[in-house]
């Protein structure tokens, strides 16, 4: 499901998130690496965990991002319904030299495997015991 037609109050809402540019560099991560962590956005935005948090919660209760849950893990992501449009609204942004820096960022991190969502994925837990023989 796609926005086709939305209330002003919906157009009010996005165009608030859409005034704050901590709220658009974020919009713009998620848009360009599909989900990310708080952790990697902080990593990447050199943000505080709660200017992180407070902005997220902004966003999800504007409805423009949603999110889920693997084991103490929060995945944001952009919503399906309004993807395309904030697709529309970030790609004539997308040559701005903040973003871009960001998005070079992220794939300095995501290359040096630095992120929280490769290490999650590619997890190799030892055993207790094996962890406190290994010096």
Not at 94 to 108: K, S
């Amino acid at each position: 499901m796609r926005v086709k037609h939305f209330p002003v109050a919906f157009g009010q809402q996005l165009f608030k998130a859409l005034g704050d540019e901590s709220r658009v560099r974020i919009l713009h991560l998620l848009w360009r690496n599909q989900e990310m962590v708080v952790g990697d956005i902080e990593q990447v935005l050199d943000f505080t965990q709660t200017k992180t948090s407070r902005q997220l919660a902004y966003l999800k209760n504007a409805g423009l991002v949603s999110m889920r849950r693997l084991d103490n893990w929060m995945f944001y992501f952009l919503r399906d319904e309004t993807a395309e449009l904030l697709q529309q609204l970030l790609g004539l942004m997308e040559r701005d030299p903040q973003l871009v820096h960001d998005q070079q960022i992220y794939q300095t991190l995501w290359n040096n495997r630095e992120l929280a969502a490769y290490k999650i994925q590619n997890r190799r837990w030892l055993p207790p015991t094996a962890s406190k023989n290994v010096a």
